[in-house]
């Protein structure tokens, strides 16, 4: 296998254990160490949305659908957030 070329959009960090969900539409979501709840833009790493839930998150996001509406949740510290998208 040959690389031929590579373009890096951009970098994020993310402090293990917590997991990125990634979207179609070019969303990431993630929990930080420090309880926020974090959705950035994947070409331009520019954040465009953060909920402090001043916990720790337990798990990484996740999405789902109801009736046509999308959702993402995580689980922080003894609660699960739930946020419309």
Do not use: E, H
Request: hydrophobic share 50%; net charge positive; with cysteine.
């Amino acid at each position: 296998m040959t690389l031929r070329s590579s373009l890096v959009l951009s970098f994020l960090m993310v402090a293990p254990p917590l997991g990125v969900l990634a979207t179609a539409t070019g969303l990431l979501f993630y929990g930080q160490p420090n309880g926020g709840f974090m959705a950035v833009d994947q070409r331009a790493g520019r954040t465009l949305w953060r909920f402090p839930s001043n916990v720790r998150m337990k798990a990484s996001p996740m999405t789902f659908a109801v009736d046509g509406q999308q959702y993402v949740a995580v689980a922080a510290g003894p609660n699960i957030l739930c946020f419309g998208l």
